[in-house]
């Protein structure tokens, strides 16, 4: 099994920053790829940022282009997201992804950013 380790969520004020972090241990070989999504209250669970492991390619949701930059350290198994320019709409609850032969949630961590 994965286990996932999030830290990094806090609260901050519109125009402030934030680095989550998630880190992957147990059965990670072969990961495939990693990555961040988001729930707001209300609302479903939606893609905010990715990173193939192998090649390091990167995608990001359109609503954090320019703004949040998702990074990977292959020696931790571990995914970051470095979150700058924060909006209140940027508010919720951001859950690692793992994907590898099978794909692993994390428990989630809270982000508050203050209008």
């Known amino acids: 099994q994965v286990q996932l380790v999030e830290s990094g969520g806090g609260l901050v004020q519109a125009g402030g920053s934030l680095r989550l972090s998630c880190a992957a241990t147990g059965r990670t070989s072969d990961i495939y790829r990693m990555g961040w999504f988001r729930q707001a209250p209300g609302k479903e669970r939606e893609f905010v940022a990715a990173?193939?492991?192998?090649?390091?390619?990167?995608y990001y949701a359109d609503s954090v282009k320019g703004r949040f930059t998702i990074s990977r350290d292959s020696a931790k198994n571990m995914v970051s997201l470095q979150m700058n320019s924060l909006k209140p709409e940027d508010t919720a609850t951001y859950y690692c992804?793992?994907?590898?032969?099978?794909?692993?949630w994390g428990q989630g961590t809270q982000v508050t950013v203050s209008s």
């Open positions: 992804m793992f994907q590898s032969e099978f794909t692993r």
């Open positions: 990173i193939r492991w192998s090649g390091g390619s990167v």
